[in-house]
């Protein structure tokens, strides 16, 4: 330590002299363990600091001398919190402990293990420890207490977060926050854990580096909300660090709804290497918002929906629980633009068949929105009255679904192949061919079939509100069938197709439509009846958004020896209805 410096004159005054520099532990206590030059013990007199809370908040508020201890460290110097070696007490109690940055850069702040700082405040506080712009400090063991556990609490509901990390405003001047390092730390029985930037609801920090933070072995336990991020620049990792986003013992301030794992708002980015994302409620949400990124073998187990609102990606997690609940396990925010990337397992983990259904992904309410899948779907349902995906702009590389709830398991691959078997000179995909009238005659490849009422049909123009790089759809007014050809006159298979993608609209429901295939073999004979691909009733119209132009993907289950494939759009009543197809496609 350097002296007598601004430091070294506070210090002074807090051990009653006029100039005191704090020495290293083994000079003043023998009966410490003996440091190195450099390292000094926070229970030094000269540094005045108490350490002698009790965990309930009872115990000496050493809020100021801790600040400036840890303010006047110098590059390379270490302050070491540990138990009083007499009385065993290893709770600093401290208000707000607002550090900022000046001298103390490439310092470190060490926790023995179980020492921990406890929250007191008793007026709205912005965090138990705040660092405004500080830089290329390490934290080593920072563990963080209130009375988080407490019903009512005293203390708890005072603060915005445990930790939080911002710039500095100084006189006009920021100064960033950055290069940190936090080892082994842990956050327990709070609202909201570390916010980075401003807490949620407020603008976010300006565009000045809050980037280079690295957290490693930190933990979350008992933390309804572990990580918000609301800073324009800013970018941080956690490595092989747990987030328990679950009540555990926490008081009655706990909201399941308002929980999640991480929250993105106003900007930054994330990273997640390794470590467990897990959060086993239902309600609020696992990963909220954008710019979030989780690598291989990371655990993600999560019951709660994940909201996208940008770029995430969650490749071949460990483990991949999704939990059987009804609602969708990726939704999109509207309007939202970006990639969402999922590979490897994803499993529901129950014995009811299709694990109560529900959406994998739905960008209902994005059309442009992207989405890669390469997936191994385990207790999911893909069928006609269940799809998996909808909405945006699927790119499918692979999906797997098995459902193994009985003795006989629900197995199938679709892994598409460039290309389209769908043959436009058989029957038009969009409805360009089908001319200006709108009838029950033939036009385009498709009739009108069936004993029942005829369905007039025709095509739709770009002036009647197409999906995007779309100029023609096909318009359907239901009762009725309409069909492509049958037998050898229908689109030739090549055997591998497994799925048919389109894109949907229906403005009338009805009482529910459907498309349709039934399959014949290389001469011409029916194998089968007509099977369902998509059954719409207005229960899944609503679920799912089909009032407005979806994009979707749903299997073709087609029986051995199919080598043609008719097409059937129909209604599932006398009932009027009206659907809209576009972009046919037999993958």
Same mark, same amino acid.
């Given at each position: 330590?350097?002296?007598?410096?601004?430091?070294?004159?506070?210090?002074?005054?807090?051990?009653?002299? %006029?100039? %005191?520099?704090?020495?290293?532990?083994?000079?003043?206590?023998?009966?410490?363990?003996?440091?190195?030059?450099?390292?000094?013990?926070?229970?030094?007199?000269?540094?005045?600091?108490?350490?002698?809370?009790?965990?309930?908040?009872?115990?000496?508020?050493?809020?100021?001398?801790?600040?400036?201890?840890?303010?006047?460290?110098?590059?390379?110097?270490?302050?070491?919190?540990?138990?009083?070696?007499?009385?065993?007490?290893?709770?600093?109690?401290?208000?707000?402990?607002?550090? $900022?940055?000046?001298?103390?850069?490439? %310092?470190?702040?060490?926790?023995?293990?179980?020492?921990?700082?406890?929250?007191?405040?008793?007026?709205?506080?912005?965090?138990?420890?705040?660092?405004?712009?500080?830089?290329?400090?390490?934290?080593?063991?920072?563990?963080?207490?209130?009375?988080?556990?407490?019903?009512?609490?005293?203390?708890?509901?005072?603060?915005?977060?445990?930790?939080?990390?911002?710039?500095?405003?100084?006189?006009?001047?920021?100064?960033?926050?950055?290069?940190?390092?936090?080892?082994?730390?842990?956050?327990?029985?709070?609202?909201?854990?570390?916010?980075?930037?401003?807490?949620?609801?407020?603008?976010?920090?300006?565009?000045?580096?809050?980037? $280079?933070?690295?957290?490693?072995?930190?933990?979350?336990?008992?933390?309804?909300?572990?990580?918000?991020?609301?800073?324009?620049?800013?970018?941080?990792?956690?490595?092989? %660090?747990?987030?328990?986003?679950?009540?555990?013992?926490?008081?009655?301030?706990?909201?399941?709804?308002?929980?999640?794992?991480?929250?993105?708002?106003?900007?930054?980015?994330?990273?997640?290497?390794?470590?467990?994302?897990?959060?086993?409620?239902?309600?609020?949400?696992?990963?909220?918002?954008?710019?979030?990124?989780?690598?291989?073998?990371?655990?993600?187990?999560?019951?709660? $929906?994940?909201?996208?609102?940008?770029?995430?990606?969650?490749?071949?997690?460990?483990?991949?629980?999704?939990?059987?609940?009804?609602?969708?396990?990726?939704?999109?925010?509207?309007?939202?633009?970006?990639?969402?990337?999922?590979?490897?397992?994803?499993?529901?983990?129950?014995?009811?068949?299709?694990?109560?259904?529900?959406?994998?992904?739905?960008?209902?309410?994005?059309?442009?929105?992207?989405?890669?899948?390469?997936?191994?779907?385990?207790?999911?349902?893909?069928?006609?009255?269940?799809?998996?995906?909808?909405?945006?702009?699927?790119?499918?590389?692979?999906?797997?679904?098995?459902?193994?709830?009985?003795?006989?398991?629900?197995?199938?691959?679709?892994?598409?192949?460039?290309?389209?078997?769908?043959?436009?000179?058989?029957?038009?995909?969009?409805?360009?061919?089908?001319?200006?009238?709108?009838?029950?005659?033939?036009?385009?490849?498709?009739?009108?079939?069936?004993?029942?009422?005829?369905?007039?049909?025709?095509?739709?123009?770009?002036?009647?509100?197409?999906?995007?790089?779309?100029?023609?759809?096909?318009?359907?007014?239901?009762?009725?069938?309409?069909?492509?050809?049958?037998?050898?006159?229908?689109?030739?298979?090549?055997?591998?197709?497994?799925?048919?993608?389109?894109?949907?609209?229906?403005?009338?429901?009805?009482?529910?439509?459907?498309?349709?295939?039934?399959?014949?073999?290389?001469?011409?004979?029916?194998?089968?009846?007509?099977?369902?691909?998509?059954?719409?009733?207005?229960?899944?119209?609503?679920?799912?958004?089909?009032?407005?132009?979806?994009?979707?993907?749903?299997?073709?289950?087609?029986?051995?020896?199919?080598?043609?494939?008719?097409?059937?759009?129909?209604?599932?009543?006398?009932?009027?209805?009206?659907?809209?197809?576009?972009?046919?496609?037999?993958?």
């Amino acid at each position: 330590m350097r002296g007598p410096t601004r430091r070294e004159t506070l210090m002074g005054a807090l051990a009653g002299a %006029s100039v %005191s520099i704090a020495a290293p532990v083994a000079a003043q206590t023998p009966a410490s363990p003996a440091l190195r030059s450099g390292v000094y013990d926070a229970r030094d007199p000269a540094f005045g600091i108490a350490g002698n809370g009790d965990g309930a908040g009872g115990g000496r508020d050493d809020t100021t001398a801790i600040r400036t201890a840890i303010e006047g460290l110098e590059a390379g110097e270490t302050l070491v919190f540990t138990r009083d070696p007499r009385s065993g007490r290893h709770v600093y109690n401290v208000t707000g402990l607002r550090i $900022e940055g000046g001298s103390n850069i490439y %310092s470190t702040v060490r926790f023995e293990k179980g020492v921990y700082l406890f929250g007191t405040a008793t007026t709205p506080t912005s965090a138990v420890v705040e660092l405004a712009g500080v830089a290329k400090m390490t934290w080593e063991g920072l563990q963080i207490r209130t009375d988080g556990t407490a019903s009512p609490s005293r203390f708890h509901d005072n603060y915005d977060c445990a930790l939080r990390l911002a710039p500095l405003d100084r006189d006009g001047s920021l100064r960033p926050c950055q290069f940190l390092r936090f080892v082994e730390g842990q956050i327990a029985n709070f609202r909201r854990g570390i916010v980075i930037g401003t807490p949620e609801g407020q603008d976010p920090s300006p565009r000045l580096p809050m980037s $280079e933070n690295v957290f490693h072995m930190f933990e979350f336990y008992g933390v309804e909300g572990p990580l918000v991020l609301n800073a324009e620049n800013a970018f941080v990792e956690f490595a092989q %660090s747990l987030f328990v986003a679950q009540r555990m013992g926490s008081g009655d301030w706990w909201s399941d709804e308002d929980g999640f794992l991480i929250r993105r708002t106003g900007g930054g980015s994330v990273t997640i290497t390794g470590g467990e994302l897990q959060r086993a409620i239902a309600e609020g949400y696992g990963l909220d918002g954008q710019e979030i990124y989780v690598s291989p073998g990371t655990v993600f187990e999560t019951a709660a $929906e994940n909201r996208i609102s940008g770029n995430v990606a969650l490749p071949l997690p460990s483990n991949g629980y999704v939990s059987p609940q009804a609602h969708a396990r990726f939704r999109v925010t509207p309007n939202a633009t970006g990639t969402l990337h999922l590979s490897g397992r994803l499993e529901k983990n129950t014995r009811d068949r299709g694990g109560r259904a529900g959406l994998l992904v739905d960008a209902s309410a994005a059309p442009r929105f992207d989405y890669v899948l390469d997936i191994d779907a385990v207790d999911f349902l893909w069928d006609a009255r269940h799809p998996l995906i909808v909405g945006g702009r699927p790119d499918i590389r692979r999906i797997a679904i098995r459902d193994d709830v009985d003795d006989q398991p629900v197995e199938f691959t679709y892994a598409p192949t460039l290309g389209s078997s769908w043959d436009w000179r058989v029957a038009t995909h969009t409805g360009d061919s089908m001319g200006d009238g709108f009838d029950a005659r033939r036009k385009g490849g498709w009739t009108a079939v069936g004993s029942g009422p005829e369905a007039r049909f025709g095509a739709l123009g770009a002036n009647d509100g197409l999906p995007a790089d779309t100029a023609h759809a096909i318009r359907v007014r239901l009762p009725g069938t309409i069909a492509t050809p049958a037998g050898t006159e229908g689109h030739l298979l090549t055997g591998a197709e497994r799925a048919m993608e389109f894109a949907l609209r229906v403005s009338d429901p009805g009482d529910g439509i459907a498309l349709r295939a039934r399959f014949h073999d290389a001469a011409g004979t029916e194998l089968d009846r007509f099977r369902d691909v998509l059954v719409a009733d207005p229960e899944l119209v609503a679920r799912c958004g089909l009032d407005r132009w979806q994009r979707m993907c749903l299997p073709l289950r087609m029986p051995a020896g199919a080598r043609f494939a008719q097409i059937a759009i129909t209604s599932l009543s006398e009932r009027p209805a009206e659907v809209h197809v576009t972009s046919l496609a037999l993958r």
